[in-house]
């Protein structure tokens, strides 16, 4: 079971990992690019060497980029390792997906070859997973495609844990070789597009070689290519498609001229596309399919002129980044909820939770001339009080300045009910629920039962709440849940309620084990802190769990 700490460090790696792979989106040129994949693999992998190794057209493999030792820069960059020697290593080892980790164990006999490397000796690892100077890993990098063509391979050292990585490491490593190539590739194209708009700016007698160069790397470039007019009635009409672009979005190109891109994108990203349209333009947004899906893209925005004084046209790369967004979603997903469970974690519940707090600590009560018009059914300039909220204009947004908000802040300033007693009011309840009994069950029948009950006992939890309310496991077997719209007597019900859903027996591998459940029921409050807000939660749990009779909270 993982440690409560363990999606804090995922979350900031891929924090760093979408910082990084923005990078190599942003550099300017081959060599820029190249140094780039180097630098982040430091800055955002956690190793502290990495080697950038280019195929070159004749096959064998250049060092183009190192990252970590100035030294080492200096003495292996640009010299060059056979093709044959290249692919040796990369059937050697271990196979992690499409990387390659060869452990010293194997290793000691590449030592000689005329690959370009640097390394050190080292004592034996003192535990199985503890890296080795020796060790090597490398994550070959490869063109878009079915063909997998060797565009080149990235070689780490060094994690800085000491440590080979696990499933999260290869899994990130793997990803940003993926994007790496991506971007070498775009680098590429770039200087390739780049050349065929200068010649098609200085020779004017070789115009028609430089529209067929023009014509080839639109094309048959491996990502999708547009033109569109620009300017005019018809402004942003597609004038000519490749067929990458025909196939990603499944249309062929004698339809793709009726269109603009305005026709196919996505309504939410309309206004981003309109900011886009314009020299130097870039954006990730969704177009549509023929079949009424979307895809998702980057796009990135030229100005070329058809010739010195003619008309200028709009010059778009689509390059289809669905896999990358799903990858991104899945990565998210894994950071903030319980890998066992599939609840939000603990950091997901407190972001939730202090999405709802701000630094208010109470509503200002009515004056006695409000409280009098009141009575007779008028507001004191427009507004009135809410139970459960701070005295509000009309739909329940506090517009009063708040500490840390503007002078408009649309924040719904939430309290909690008065004591125990149902007086009508609502507030946000964060029921604490402890299970009892769950420690025996695991030091009896072992983790993996253990684990079952916490997988159905959250499934119960998840079943016996609304619709947009959140059910999170805290870390072991406590779990959080955040109900809006509750007074005192309905967060006591519901509480009831998922206890009775959590006593009933559970079967697993054959055998019927039960937990009972202790719940506090606390109340989020602006002013209070989420940490102030959990603590007293927790603490009616503890008072509720010592006031209840042992037979109540027996199990197994």
Not at 52 to 80: H, K, Q, S, W
Not at 380 to 403: K, L, M, N, S, W
């Amino acid at each position: 079971m993982e440690t409560e700490s363990e999606p804090y460090v995922r979350l900031a790696t891929l924090r760093q990992l979408h910082q990084v792979v923005t990078d190599l989106n942003t550099a300017r040129s081959l060599a820029d690019t190249l140094q780039t994949v180097a630098d982040g693999v430091i800055a955002g992998l956690g190793y502290e060497l990495a080697c950038v190794n280019l195929v070159r057209p004749d096959g064998d493999l250049v060092v183009a980029a190192f990252a970590g030792n100035a030294a080492a820069e200096a003495l292996i960059t640009g010299r060059v390792g056979s093709r044959a020697s290249w692919e040796r290593r990369l059937t050697m080892g271990e196979g992690w997906g499409d990387l390659r980790f060869i452990p010293h164990t194997e290793g000691w006999v590449l030592l000689e070859d005329d690959v370009p490397q640097w390394y050190t000796e080292g004592p034996e690892p003192r535990f199985e997973d503890e890296w080795h100077p020796q060790d090597r890993l490398y994550a070959p990098m490869y063109a878009s495609g079915g063909g997998r063509e060797l565009l080149g391979v990235i070689s780490v050292d060094k994690p800085r844990n000491g440590r080979r990585p696990g499933a999260w490491g290869r899994e990130a490593l793997q990803m940003y070789a993926s994007q790496s190539a991506i971007a070498i590739s775009n680098a590429r194209l770039r200087a390739n597009m780049q050349r065929a708009l200068v010649r098609l700016e200085r020779e004017q007698q070789a115009l028609r070689a430089s529209e067929e160069s023009f014509r080839q790397a639109f094309e048959y470039a491996p990502s999708g290519m547009a033109i569109a007019e620009m300017g005019g009635d018809q402004h942003g009409r597609l004038l000519r498609t490749n067929d990458a672009l025909c196939r990603l979005l499944g249309r062929p190109a004698a339809v793709m001229r009726r269109y603009s891109f305005a026709d196919l994108v996505h309504p939410e990203d309309i206004g981003l596309l309109l900011r886009t349209s314009a020299e130097g333009g870039r954006a990730e947004l969704r177009l549509g399919r023929r079949d009424g899906s979307y895809v998702w893209v980057s796009l990135r925005n030229s100005v070329v002129a058809d010739t010195a004084d003619g008309p200028r046209f709009l010059l778009t790369h689509v390059e289809d980044i669905e896999e990358r967004k799903r990858h991104e979603l899945q990565l998210a997903h894994r950071a903030s909820h319980d890998s066992l469970t599939g609840l939000p974690n603990s950091a997901e519940l407190r972001a939730r939770l202090s999405a709802r707090l701000c630094q208010r600590p109470y509503a200002v009560g009515p004056s006695a001339v409000e409280a009098l018009d009141a009575a007779y059914g008028e507001a004191h300039d427009g507004r009135a009080e809410t139970p459960g909220h701070a005295v509000c204009a009309p739909g329940g947004f506090d517009f009063d300045p708040v500490p840390g908000g503007g002078p408009f802040d649309h924040h719904v300033h939430m309290t909690a009910p008065e004591g125990d007693v149902d007086d009508g009011s609502k507030g946000l309840a964060v029921l604490f629920c402890d299970l009892d009994g769950f420690k025996s069950i695991n030091d009896r029948f072992g983790h993996n039962t253990g684990d079952a009950v916490l997988i159905e006992v959250a499934r119960r939890l998840t079943t016996g709440v609304r619709d947009g309310d959140t059910v999170a496991r805290l870390g072991g077997d406590e779990f959080v849940v955040l109900a809006d719209g509750l007074g005192a007597a309905d967060a006591a019900d519901l509480a009831v309620r998922l206890r009775n859903a959590i006593i009933p027996p559970i079967r697993v591998d054959g055998r019927a084990v039960r937990v009972g459940a202790s719940f506090g029921i606390g109340w989020a409050s602006c002013g209070m802190s989420v940490e102030e807000v959990l603590r007293s939660a927790d603490q009616r749990m503890y008072i509720e769990k010592r006031s209840r009779a042992k037979v109540h909270r027996r199990a197994g």
